[in-house]
């Protein structure tokens, strides 16, 4: 099966991001990359220390970019152990920056 055939629904399955995170190990972001997005990020969350939750990061550099920024506290979550271990060992000098496996419930 090629990714363009694959199920929408194998993107809730841990398998599945495991899977191609063992594959596919360049930063990615899927949406926008932070710097476009940060105008609306600096309007809706305005004090840097102010603690940040991104579910599902993926390897997105998008929470590197919040710490660029100035946010003191970011913590990052995805269900893929193997996108975590990469990132964990990618920001180990980055205290603001804590990279977490975990399965968030709240998924669309
Ligand atoms: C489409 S990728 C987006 C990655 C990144 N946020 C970006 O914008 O580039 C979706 C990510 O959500 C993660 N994911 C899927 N279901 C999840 C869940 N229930 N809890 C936490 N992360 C989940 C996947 O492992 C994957 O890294």
Redesign the pocket.
């Known amino acids: 099966m090629t990714s363009s055939e694959t199920p929408t629904q194998s993107?809730?399955e841990?398998w599945y991001?495991d899977d191609r995170?063992t594959n596919e190990s360049e930063p990615?972001?899927?949406?926008q990359k932070y710097p476009s997005l940060a105008p609306l990020i600096n309007l809706y969350v305005p004090h840097r220390n102010q603690r940040v939750l991104?579910?599902?990061?993926?390897?997105?550099a998008?929470s590197e970019g919040m710490v660029d920024d100035g946010y003191e506290d970011v913590v990052s979550?995805?269900?893929?152990s193997v996108?975590i271990d990469t990132m964990v060992k990618k920001y180990s000098d980055r205290p603001q920056l804590k990279c977490a496996f975990?399965?968030?419930?709240f998924?669309f």
């Not at 990615?28 to 949406?31: E, G, I, L, R, S």
């Not at 979550?77 to 893929?80: A, L, P, T, V």
């Open positions: 993107y809730s841990k991001w995170y990615f972001d899927w949406y991104v579910v599902g990061c993926g390897n997105s998008f979550i995805d269900i893929s996108v975990s399965l968030s419930f998924w």
